[in-house]
């Protein structure tokens, strides 16, 4: 029995030495002065003994106890007093003089260009206005004279919700909502995200973004269009710009164009970026139909008015010679940080 306690102790003290954190002396505690631990195994073996030498045991076994004990708690204390001193030593070492690192964040190429067209626009008295991303098939369609069965309400184009809503395909869906909200005359122009239903390469995206705008009085022409659409990339552009017109075919407006500016990489005489044409095909626009001013709560009879959905994402590619319309998307911002403005 003496021998075994002298073992204990030994085996303790080795154990002890070697203990570094406050989880191990626990488990040291458990193995040794546990329920189940040396000292209690001891214990049991005291009841075999006889009266005489039980005493004896008794006491060197206690003593052993209170040993580990005492020692189990200096440990835990020096512990204590260690971590205490390193996290002091840790807060002195700490000089909050030192600079630290700064990094600035930069504006995506979309943000840039929207602010550059919306300022622009608004320097001609036109509105800015926001509208909802989740619409409703009579904004998005049925409000701008698509008939039910047009292929841009088919499934392939348009996202729609469970709860019979849709994720807009085109800014033209808040025409009706700023027509009720300003009656005529109006001019406002309401950038936002659009969504189509699209596989994505180079030039193609789900998620891209428009900038539409209306202009509604009385007697306004196409020679109106002309001129704003031409003011407004001759600033973005920083260059006077030609503009021409085709035609092109769009439920809500009569006639329908397609706005081509002269190439401002070649300036006309034709290269890869205009596919040899000399001609960029920039924006679609339109006289706005009577059917969608009616819808409008207008009298078409009294005003007439344009409306251009100009391709923001198109511009800013355009205008920073970006080459993958992906990158937008990418959240890469390494390659979208180099966009400043300028
Ligand atoms: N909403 C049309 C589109 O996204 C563009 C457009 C806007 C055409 C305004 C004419 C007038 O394709």
Redesign the pocket.
């Known amino acids: 029995m003496l021998e075994s306690t002298q073992t204990i102790k030994e085996q303790f003290s080795l154990l002890l030495d070697k203990a570094a954190s406050t989880a191990e002396l626990e488990s040291l505690k458990v193995e040794f002065l546990g329920k189940k631990g040396k000292i209690a195994a001891l214990m049991n073996e005291l009841k075999a003994l006889p009266a005489d030498r039980k005493r004896e045991a008794g006491q060197v076994i206690n003593q052993t106890k209170q040993l580990i004990e005492q020692r189990l708690h200096e440990k835990t204390e020096e512990l204590a007093m260690r971590e205490e001193q390193r996290l002091i030593e840790a807060a002195e070492s700490y000089d909050e003089s030192l600079p630290t690192e700064l990094s600035l964040g930069s504006y995506h190429p979309i943000t840039l260009i929207q602010r550059e067209v919306e300022q622009i626009f608004a320097s001609m008295g036109f509105y800015v206005e926001d509208y909802d991303e989740v619409v409703d098939d009579y904004h998005c369609f049925e409000a701008l004279n698509i008939p039910k069965h047009h292929p841009a309400r088919d499934m392939q184009d348009t996202y729609y919700l469970d709860n019979g809503q849709l994720l807009k395909?085109?800014?033209?869906a808040a025409q009706n909502y700023i027509m009720r909200k300003y009656g005529a005359p109006v001019r406002a122009i309401f950038p936002g995200r659009?969504f189509r239903n699209e596989s994505t390469d180079a030039c193609h995206e789900n998620t891209f973004f428009?900038l539409?705008g209306i202009m509604i009085d009385r007697n306004i022409s196409i020679s109106n269009l002309i001129y704003f659409m031409k003011t407004m990339l001759s600033e973005v552009f920083r260059q006077d710009i030609t503009v021409r017109l085709r035609p092109?075919f769009?439920p809500?407006?009569e006639p329908?164009f397609e706005l081509d500016i002269r190439c401002t990489i070649c300036g006309g005489a034709g290269c890869p970026s205009c596919k040899n044409s000399g001609w960029l095909e920039l924006c679609?626009?339109?006289m706005i139909h009577p059917n969608v001013l009616t819808a409008g709560g207008i009298d078409p009879e009294e005003y007439t008015g344009f409306?251009?959905?100009l391709g923001l994402t198109r511009l800013a590619m355009m205008k920073y010679g970006i080459k993958d319309i992906r990158v937008l998307n990418s959240g890469n911002l390494r390659a979208l940080s180099q966009f400043i403005d300028a």
């Open positions: 395909t085109h800014t033209s659009c428009q539409e092109g769009f809500f407006v329908g679609p626009c339109g409306a251009f959905g």
